[in-house]
């Protein structure tokens, strides 16, 4: 079973990588052709300088990879303070808002599922009023079309309501304020998402290693041909590809709200957050987000 996997995942592995791989092994061919067919010893390298140079790759692809884990793993901590922040509004909506405007709550609440849903569609690029979910959670909310910021406008609106009350005295000042820091902390979560999302890391991190990667894999076989003879090619294809697989990894971690399988399960944590609201309304729940047949959950 074990043995089955590894297979498979070698498979899309190389795959994913099948152009850096016949480079990384045209190379080694062409530097084996030219030194041992052709005689061409004079064109052989010392081993230590590409030793250092693999060196600084490999600390280079590191650290890329680190800084863009680093902002996928943030962006799944924003998204656990969204869930803790959203059953907080709704327990404060509940129970400041009070008995006589249950209607009120209830509008409170099933906006913020609107929230949420709507971030969750604008941090993927995608259009919310195209959504089945947005589409059904903005049932007789109305939300603003047009607007440049929905997301924005519908935290407004939640605060336009609380304040109208407010002014009747129901919440009293002390639960609006507590209200408010709720909706500040939102903005907050919502502004760290778009933080992360409008600034990727500077291209010149993933087009540097790039090209020292080709380079390492143009001069690494000069170094090893003399004491592997062909085995330097496929050896060759191996060292690069690993430094080649470092760099891809921090690229598809970059952006942490891609819909790509590393991309954070966003939809499945929408879900959860309306599942779990709505249970405090006592309404139908919507049914959750199963994984695929590859086990990716989005």
Known sequence: MITEAFKSNSLALLHWQVKNAAVYGATGLAAWVLIEPMG??????PV???SIMG???GIFASFRANQAYDRWWEGRKLWGRLINSSRHFCDQARHYVGPKDADLAERLTLRHVLYVHT???LLRNQDPFLDPDFVRSAKDLDPPQGSTNLTHALLDAQL???TALSDQGRPDGHRLESLDRTLMDLLNIQGGCERIKGTPLPRGYGFIL???????SVLLPFSLVHDLHWVAIPLNVLVCLSF????EAGRV???PFSLFYNGLPLHNLSIKIERNLRERLGLPLPPPVLADGKGVLM
């Open 160 to 162: 336009a309501e609380l």
């Open 119 to 121: 971030l969750r569609c």
């Open 244 to 247: 080649a697989l470092i760099s």
């Open 253 to 255: 971690l970059e952006d």
């Open 210 to 216: 790039e090209a020292l990667i080709r380079l390492f």
């Open 48 to 50: 230590t300088p590409i």
């Open 55 to 57: 060196a600084a790759i």
């Open 40 to 45: 061409q010893h004079f064109m052989e390298i």
